[in-house]
């Protein structure tokens, strides 16, 4: 096995655009549009033969270990810059209080211990004090941190003589302050050095990344990648539609460890961050013919622009390190999003559930009054990036006509359904359950509304129906949603009816935001008075 695709390197900042985006972009942005508004519109790409697309077991091996959630950068080096406002302070106060000031803490004092919290920040950014690749090092971090505290109280200190700023406040509480503020920084960077290893060496705080793409124009961008100094980028492998004469078995170390569809199931398999395509700029059909496949992954993909920097240094291009790309497609919902919004789902599920409690008691008995059997009803749907996940629902069916396969579609008058059953799945009622699959995090309060994985239309599955149909699990589907909003609930039983809903759901992941969530569920209670199709 190929133990370079396994090997840990350093950080880098996160690539920083550098203006407005290219034509090239542009084109490429209005083509993945395009595909999901075809239904049963395949693409043109060609493949190698069905027989090898399936992964390799060696594939499948290394997908297995790369497995597990990723930590955010972005989100951990915000609360590292939390934690140390907090302990800035935290020591501040306490000496204060603990009798440091005299006459005691007055509006003066606060502006002093705003003043350096925010020069301090300053320093220990200016110090790179919150790369991870510092923040793995013990005494190169104490000393940055050491340095940027002192500074900042030395500056006071020439302040204060200068200008008889701050004269009033007390040298022992300020000499206290430093010694306090001083220790606790370090005991508090002696915690970091220990998670940014710790997840460091277990994979968590890298980015991983697939080359797509073979041959020379690969081996160098790999070598450019390498040659990154704090480069946080682990190459995890490399996938190419070309046979092995046109595109070499083993790049720069690195295995060919299948095309491009393995490389679909691969990305199911295993946490990617990131898919970098590298094939000539100009050869735009064929980089639209993979991102047509591509796209539906919730990965971040970036087209490799090294071998046309003149063209693309200006305008349209990000960068990691010195190395140019063009940013195509962004995970939806990333670093302090995510957060925002497992937040947003935590307090109004809880909300939800204490208002609905009631109703949810009432409907469980009128549940078992009516028909044996249990009072909910678990199914099979597809959650974030294709995972099968449990879904919960009050039983609407009689036990022994449940179809928790979905291998029949519910019409009107279904004889499977009971009296009870016909009234909370035209209320909605029978979802109210998912709430508490929010709360465990399967589930988001809004998304995308989780399919089964058997539903169909005329004897087609729906990703066969809908062209692009996967691109609705780039985000947690949710228990209401903006093709819901817009009338598209209940019976599906033609293409245009899906064809609709996936339509609305990438919307909706393209245009996400926390207000958005807020209009959906504000307008969630209005879309239910809307039961044609309920039933």
């Known amino acids: 096995m190929n133990t370079r695709a396994f090997k840990h390197n350093e950080q880098i900042p996160p690539a920083a655009t550098s203006g407005p985006k290219s034509g090239l972009e542009q084109r490429l942005e209005m083509q993945l549009r395009r595909t999901v508004h075809g239904v049963t519109g395949k693409t043109n790409l060609e493949v190698l033969p069905a027989a090898n697309s399936a992964l390799t077991p060696e594939a499948i091996e290394i997908a297995q270990g790369l497995g597990g959630k990723g930590v955010s950068i972005p989100v951990f080096t915000g609360f590292v810059r939390l934690a140390d406002v907090l302990m800035i302070t935290g020591t501040a ?115 991983r990344a697939i080359i797509v793409g073979g041959g020379t124009a690969a081996q160098e961008l790999i070598h450019e990648l390498e040659a990154q100094p704090g480069n946080d980028i682990r190459i995890c492998g490399i996938f190419d539609d070309r046979s092995n004469d046109r595109s070499p078995p083993v790049v720069a170390g690195y295995q060919k460890l299948g095309n491009i569809s393995a490389l679909v199931e691969f990305a199911r398999l295993a946490r990617i961050d990131m898919l970098i395509v590298c094939i000539p700029l100009r050869a735009e059909k064929r980089v639209l013919e993979l991102l047509k496949k591509l796209w539906v992954l919730p990965v971040d993909i970036r087209l490799s622009a090294h071998t046309d920097k003149v063209r693309f240094r200006n305008r349209g291009a990000s960068f990691i390190g010195t190395v140019p790309f063009v940013d195509v497609v962004e995970k939806p919902i990333a670093d302090w999003d995510l957060v925002a919004k497992r937040v947003f789902d935590l307090v109004f599920s809880t909300l939800a559930i204490a208002a609905l409690f009631p109703v949810m008691i009432a409907t469980a008995i009128a549940i078992k009054l009516e028909s044996k059997g249990p009072v909910l009803f678990k199914q099979k749907r597809y959650g974030f990036n294709n995972e099968i996940i449990e879904v919960l629902k009050f039983r609407s069916m009689y036990t022994e006509m449940a179809d928790p396969d979905a291998k029949q579609v519910v019409t009107k008058g279904d004889p499977r359904v009971t009296k009870v059953g016909r009234f909370i799945r035209k209320t909605s009622i029978d979802e109210l359950p998912q709430l508490f699959n929010v709360l465990a995090g399967s589930l988001s309060l809004v998304g995308p509304r989780p399919h089964a994985v058997n539903a169909h239309t005329d004897n087609k599955t729906w990703d066969d129906v809908v062209d692009g149909y996967f691109a609705r699990h780039k985000v947690k589907p949710g228990v209401t949603g903006w093709a819901q909003i817009n009338g598209w609930r209940g019976e599906v039983d033609t293409p245009d009816k899906i064809q609709n809903r996936v339509e609305c759901d990438v919307y909706y992941i393209e245009n996400w935001s926390i207000l958005f969530d807020l209009q959906i569920l504000f307008l969630t209670p209005f879309s239910l008075l809307n039961t044609e199709n309920a039933y």
Do not use: N
Request: with cysteine.
């Open 93 to 207: 106060l306490a000496t204060a209080f603990a009798g440091g000031t005299t006459g005691g803490f007055g509006l003066a004092d606060v502006f002093v211990i705003a003043i350096a919290t925010l020069f301090a920040l300053a320093f220990f950014q200016a110090s790179d004090v919150y790369q991870v690749s510092v923040m793995r090092q013990g005494l190169s971090q104490l000393g940055r941190v050491a340095a940027g505290w002192t500074l900042v109280f030395a500056m006071f200190a020439v302040l204060r003589s200068a200008t008889g700023i701050g004269t009033g406040i007390p040298q022992a509480w300020i000499g206290t302050w430093y010694a306090f503020g001083l220790t606790g920084l370090c005991v508090t960077r002696m915690f970091v050095l220990h998670f940014a290893r710790s997840w460091m060496k277990s994979g968590r705080l890298e980015r």
